[in-house]
């Protein structure tokens, strides 16, 4: 249905949705508002946009960025109903080639944020690169301070049941227990689709050789910091101690700021048994990653997007567990780790060669999409495909948009639904499966 004029002249008035007459507003660092800027009606279609989570990880890039000759972030700001409060506004460069937003921290912020973006009406983002970059605590196996991570798995850790671990049963190394489970290493039975997304392996590898470029930054209290990792036994805080560089490593959600060996340990053994996978994966752990990539999904589904075309990137600003003989409160509450600001500089540093890369390889690589060679999506397989981690897909390798690019087919989600509840039931248990 058109909009009347006098709904147009209504929509015109607010901000970020139609070009007015008023002068637009560059904001600064923390979207006050001062120099005029020019506003255009257009939609903007980028070639890169960065999502930063909170003030910090957004300040470098605009801080940094105009320097590299790819453009000021500042140079227009656009207004979407729906961003948070504090972050209401996207930045792109004057080209629209390179645009950022701030979500906010945790993972309802992240999937309100990006839900606003997907729909606004000021975006064309159906062949934009998406670039989550933002600071994370560090698993010491496989990383370390200041490093920089590139995931192909991202894994919502903390989606299970949860006792407290004074009261857990004798042999239980944890206290979270898989949806319809029983044992801590129990394939969840009760799943909400949202556990596992799994990107672009060839994209993430083609990031990765591009962020390898750089020099990342230290910092001498940080190298102090992970010196003290060395007198873990057997070396297995071996990577702890290296100086920052950039590895491939996957992600871990939660909202719980969790610290200490044991929910760090039960959480790489949540990653493993999630992903199918046999040997030790997580390395960051973060608030919002599943969130953004949710968001993502469901947009590419109605053709809004294309989540191939996504990629998850995290700096280690602190170890998730403690050294030799400190303890976990220690660790999180009144240790100075030091890495905060080159896991910041870091981000940026292996981010902007990120986007020149797809910026300058447009036309050769990046306009027509990077091909990937392992399943991507989720664990109900929404896209397509079989996902070679869970119980199997719930649409039959179609995905949920069939018939041509139908979405939203009652029969097809119908269907869906049908087999994710026999398969709770299926399981038994308490309640007849539903818990």
Known sequence: MRPSVGAFLTLSRLPGLLADATPWFRGDTNNRLSEPIQQTPEKITPKVMIISMFTPEAEVWYKYLPSSGLGDLLAVNVSIPGLSPIFPQAHCTASGEICQLTSGESEINAAASLTALALSPRFDLTRTYFLAAGIAGVNPKLAT????????????????YEIDAREMPAGFG????????????????????????????????????????????????????????????????????????????????????????????AFENTTRIWTNQTAITYCMTAQEDNAVLEVLLRAHLWGLVDYERAIVMRAGSNFDRPPPSVT???????????????????????GVEIVRGIVDEWNCTYEAGVRPTNYVGDIFGSLGGEPNFGPGGLFGGRGACVSGGSCG????????????????RRRGGVGGGWK
């Open 328 to 350: 976990a409160f220690a660790h999180l509450r009144l240790s100075d780790q030091d890495a905060f600001d080159i896991a910041v500089e870091n981000l940026y540093r292996a």
């Open 409 to 424: 087919g009652a029969d097809v989600a119908s269907a869906a639904a049908a087999e994710s509840m026999r398969r709770r």
């Open 145 to 160: 301070l200041g490093g920089v991570a590139l995931a192909r798995f991202a894994v919502q850790v903390a989606l299970q």
């Open 174 to 265: 944890t206290g979270y227990i898989p949806f319809g489970g029983y044992d801590p290493c129990d394939y969840p039975a009760i799943l909400y689709g949202t556990e596992v997304l799994e990107l672009n392996g060839a994209l993430r590898d083609r990031a990765y050789a591009l962020a390898s470029r750089v020099t990342l930054a230290d910092d001498a209290g940080a190298a102090a910091h992970r010196a003290m990792y060395a007198e873990a036994p057997g070396g297995v805080f071996e990577s702890a101690t290296r100086p920052p560089s950039v590895v491939r490593c996957d992600t871990a959600t939660s909202d719980v700021y969790y610290s200490g060996a044991l929910l760090s340990e």
